[in-house]
């Protein structure tokens, strides 16, 4: 079958407010990066699938009659986008020689993109011969949504290639992107994928990987925010590794031993988010003041004190959020926690890298929006 090549990329993004909570129907406030995962599709005519994952070490291929085999005889769990085709989940994993329960980085990437893949292609007959190659500028595993974002590649890149959705690109353009009914589409697979690397999404992740910009996110419902102030933003990679599906599978367990308890801390994370929204929406209205900031100061005081009662803190993130507020600075984690990345929010005229020494961290990025 004739496929389109093309490339795409979709950027990471920092979860402000509502990690965890948001899996559990609260309101979460994201913002995409300028970090991105970028993903190239070539036509071949060797009957083989190729996948190149040089940020992970992995290079497969596998011939397209072996992979035919596994195609589900009935599409209709496959179109069931509500959840995942559990038993196509189960073939695959025997095929790849996946155990049950392995969380490694090479078994979540494949898995994801062997279920698009199929999903994608299932109803036209014969799967194609391809090779797909994804690097990125995102850390793996370290709370920027690098699941979300190749995910979100792999869905643009094969629902473009199989011709689900048109090219966005006219003949002058090198770059453009899809309109609204496409990114719906590539945001509902890439759902898939997330479902297969975090095993409970919030698909929040996916939203702002798909639309980028900043959103709230409230139980499937994306609304970009239109007016928000300039802040400033300290991105720290703590370098502990950690899994997110691990993480969201142990703040389920908190919740289910002690709902009293973890309930009431989610209803307020659900409550900073919409403080905080509603604080940056008096920024734009009005001048930023100190007082803003105060609050805005305060609330990810508290949330992160919230993330560490969920269970998901980590001493690299203490330490990080011990250090900056020795210089006047306020952090908390972003994405699943257990490690990964911090954000500290800046002042206006606070300059950190000529006055904050951070010993024991590595800063990976500073972003504006
Ligand atoms: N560039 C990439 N190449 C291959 N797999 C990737 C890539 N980026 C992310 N992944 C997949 O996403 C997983 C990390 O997802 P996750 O634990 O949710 O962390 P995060 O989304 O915060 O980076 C990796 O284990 C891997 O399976
Ligand atoms: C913890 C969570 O809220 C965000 C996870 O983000 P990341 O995979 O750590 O980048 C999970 C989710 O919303 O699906
Ligand atoms: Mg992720």
Known sequence: ????????????????????????????????????????????????????????????????????????????????????????????????????????????????????????????????????????????????????????????????????????????????????AEMELINRFAFQGERIIHGNPSGVDNAVGTWGGILRYHSGKITPLSRVPMLRILLTNTKVPRSTKVLVAGVKDKMNKFPSIINPVLDSVDAISCTCEQTLSEMTSDSPTPEHYDILEELIDINQHHLNVMGVGHPALDNLCRVTLARGLHSKLTGAGGGGCAITLLRPGFYPLASLTVRFLFISAIFLW
């Open 1 to 180: 079958m004739h496929i389109k090549e093309c490339i795409v990329s979709a950027p990471g993004k920092a979860i402000l407010h509502g990690e965890h909570a948001v899996v559990h129907g609260k309101m979460a406030l994201a913002v995409s990066l300028n970090l991105r995962t970028y993903l190239q599709l070539q036509a071949t005519f060797t009957s083989k699938v190729c996948i190149n994952l040089p940020n992970i070490n992995a290079f497969l291929s596998w011939d397209v009659t072996v992979l035919n085999q596994l195609v589900p005889d009935s599409e209709a769990d496959l179109r069931n986008m509500d959840e995942l085709d559990i038993e196509l989940v189960r073939r695959l994993r025997d095929f790849v020689g996946i155990p049950n329960g392995a969380l490694d980085t090479r078994s979540m990437a494949i898995l994801a993109f062997l279920y698009i893949y199929i999903s994608i292609f299932a109803g036209s007959g014969e799967l194609p011969s391809l090779t797909v190659s994804v690097w990125s500028e995102l850390p793996t595993g370290a709370g920027l949504g690098s699941s979300s974002a190749y995910s979100v590649c792999l869905a643009a890149a094969l629902l473009s290639a199989s011709g689900t959705i048109p090219s966005p690109l006219s003949d002058q353009e090198n770059t453009a992107r899809w309109g609204v």
